[in-house]
């Protein structure tokens, strides 16, 4: 069965960093662009980066530009995202996702989802 686990969250003071990994099974791995996305308290499941299936291209939304950065290893079945100068108004619960089209990483696109975890940022 597909798998993405997700780990790395936890809390932190506003300016600190994180990184978050998503460790993936059960799936061609390397054939899947991954994303990362989070929801806050009472507020929809929105993107925040994106990857595509080789690593070459990346996107980002608009909020953490300039701040967090996608990443993978294919090799490892890994992505991650480093989150620096993290604020309070990053708190949320990370989702790691799969899905077939990098250029359409929306959540109705999206095959396969992590469980998520959270990240708590603290003035």
């Known amino acids: 069965q597909v798998q993405l686990v997700e780990s790395g969250g936890g809390f932190v003071q506003t300016g600190g960093s994180l990184r978050l990994s998503c460790a993936a099974s059960?799936?061609?791995?390397?054939?899947?662009?991954m994303g990362w996305f989070r929801q806050a308290p009472g507020k929809e499941r929105e993107f925040v980066a994106g990857i595509s299936w080789g690593g070459a291209r990346t996107s980002s939304a608009d909020s953490v530009k300039g701040r967090f950065t996608i990443s993978r290893d294919n090799a490892k079945n890994t992505v991650y995202l480093q989150m620096n100068s993290l604020k309070p108004e990053d708190t949320a619960v990370y989702y790691c996702?799969?899905?077939?089209?990098?250029?359409?990483?929306?959540?109705?696109?999206?095959?396969?989802w992590g469980q998520g975890t959270p990240v708590t940022v603290s003035s």
């Open positions: 059960g799936l061609t791995f390397s054939g899947y662009a």
């Open positions: 996702a799969a899905g077939t089209s990098y250029s359409q990483l929306t959540p109705r696109r999206i095959d396969y």
